[in-house]
């Protein structure tokens, strides 16, 4: 009986652990990968943007100083728009994780094309972009879509060169603060010259 419980949970315990590697395996780590591509992105340092409205034109080619053959395995070019940091500070569901499987910082699709040494592409900024400070990365996928390199309009730390979108809900948001800004200030008019009145009615 023992022995059966036993061998049940070693059984269990292997199962978990190919478990564990299997999902481990394929899934890149950002740290791993090179930074050969070299990418820029048409808004400039600060600019804001408006979701559903505005377009941001991408480009992206492979570093020419690097040896050749880098980019052999190269079959895909994955754009993408990124939470910067500041945007990222307490909201665990845009953390940064190095399992890119498990990584939420670049949760918006830009285009997928196939790799061709260099691309660009004009995009349209999805009306479901929320209101944040992004950047823009580029992931080259091989065939069996893993992440092999990248690049990205941001430093390292990417602390520099983001610019702002503005979402559809935080514009709401701001119209009805206006809207209501609005109706707060009518309803104090009225009872303003409602009270002038009174007085010259007196008099
Ligand atoms: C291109 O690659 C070289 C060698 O790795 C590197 O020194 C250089 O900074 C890269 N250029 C850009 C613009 O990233």
Redesign the pocket.
């Known amino acids: 009986m023992t022995r059966r419980l036993l061998s049940t949970r070693r059984a269990t315990a292997l199962l978990l652990l190919i478990c564990y590697v299997g999902s481990s395996m394929g899934s890149a780590h950002f740290s791993d990968l090179k930074?050969?591509l070299?990418v820029t992105a048409s808004p400039k340092p600060g600019q804001v943007l408006y979701a559903g409205e505005d377009k941001i034109t991408v480009t992206w080619k492979l570093?020419?100083?690097?040896p050749a053959g880098t980019d052999a395995a190269y079959k895909k070019v994955k754009v993408k728009l990124c939470y910067a940091p500041v945007s990222q500070k307490d909201r665990g569901w845009r953390k940064t994780d190095d399992n890119l499987k498990k990584d939420k910082t670049c949760q918006f699709k830009v285009t997928t094309q196939p790799y061709a040494g260099s691309g660009s592409f004009v995009y349209t900024i999805d009306r479901t972009v929320p209101t944040a400070t992004y950047f823009v990365r580029a992931y080259v996928v091989d065939a069996s879509d893993t992440e092999l390199a990248y690049?990205q309009t941001t430093d390292a730390k990417k602390s520099t060169n983001l610019f702002d979108i503005v979402g559809i809900t935080g514009r709401h948001a701001s119209l009805d603060i206006a809207a209501g800004c609005f109706s707060a200030f009518s309803v104090v008019a009225l009872l303003f010259f409602f009270v002038m009145e009174k007085r010259k009615a007196k008099k």
């Open positions: 930074r050969t070299i570093n020419s100083s690097l690049g």
